[in-house]
């Protein structure tokens, strides 16, 4: 779905590095989510905001920061990179209700080693 | 919190078969749940969603049921085809966000 974009699709960086995932939508949605994906572990929530003014944590935010600069942009920052933060990362948008279909933006592959 | 059961995890069926993917939910309060195809490579899409109003709900070759009093919904999908083969999340609504199953993968064999 080229309305949900994410750079960059593909960072190789080292222990320690601080490392900023961005995402962007034209979806005009107010909710927007990180997700990390792991093989046989499916899709976890890191961080979700509302709109805004609004950020929560989900059940895996230990080790990441987000940053919601406008209602189109939802950052993910490492701040100290470590190798098992490697993994798919996915961002994700919805319409007000939340309980409407997800957008997922093409992800972006990180390997720190 | 929300706690969603996927099963099984690697599903191989023959071309023409049927699938049948399981999931269960622990909140009582959920009442949305979508399934999600992701294709190797790509980024997960919704293929098929249900909401706790309905127990059945149909898309050409893909239908869900959802059990409330159980706790558990599935996907079924009828006359696989190798276009079929792909990750499968189910998922439901737990305080306005989704909680996802570990995922399926489905490979039908031609």
Same mark, same amino acid.
């Given at each position: 779905d080229a309305d949900v974009t994410?750079?960059?699709?593909?960072?190789?960086?080292?222990?320690?590095?601080?490392i900023m995932l961005e995402c962007s939508q034209t979806k005009g949605h107010d909710?927007?989510?990180?997700?990390?994906?792991d093989p046989g572990l499916g899709l976890r929530l890191i961080y979700y905001s509302f709109d805004v003014k609004d950020i929560n944590k989900g059940e895996i935010s230990d080790g990441y920061s987000v940053s919601r600069q406008a209602q189109a942009k939802f950052s993910l920052s490492l701040e100290s990179a470590i190798p098992n933060q490697t993994a798919l990362y996915f961002c994700?948008?919805?319409d007000r209700t939340g309980k409407e279909t997800q957008y997922f933006g093409p992800g972006t592959r990180l390997l720190v080693l | 919190g929300e706690n969603v059961e996927q099963h099984p995890s690697t599903l191989s069926v023959q071309e023409g078969d049927s699938a049948v993917i399981k999931?269960?939910?622990?909140?009582? +309060?959920?009442?949305?749940?979508?399934?999600? %195809?992701?294709?190797?490579?790509?980024r997960p899409q919704l293929i098929i969603d249900i909401r706790s109003n309905v127990g059945e709900k149909k898309d050409?070759?893909? +239908?869900v049921t959802l059990n409330?009093?159980? %706790?558990?919904?599935?996907?079924h999908i009828t006359e696989t085809q190798p276009e079929d083969s792909a990750v499968y999340f189910c998922a439901a609504d737990s305080?306005?966000?989704?909680?996802?199953?570990?995922?399926?993968?489905?490979?039908?064999?031609?």
């Open positions: 994410q750079t960059p699709r593909n960072r190789i960086t080292k222990t320690g590095k601080r909710r927007m989510y990180w997700y990390r994906q994700a948008t919805s | 999931c269960t939910y622990s909140d009582s +309060a959920s009442n949305y749940f979508p399934w999600y %195809k992701q294709e190797l490579g790509k050409q070759r893909i +239908a409330k009093t159980a %706790k558990h919904f599935s996907l305080s306005y966000k989704l909680i996802f199953g570990s995922g399926t993968r489905l490979l039908v064999r031609p």
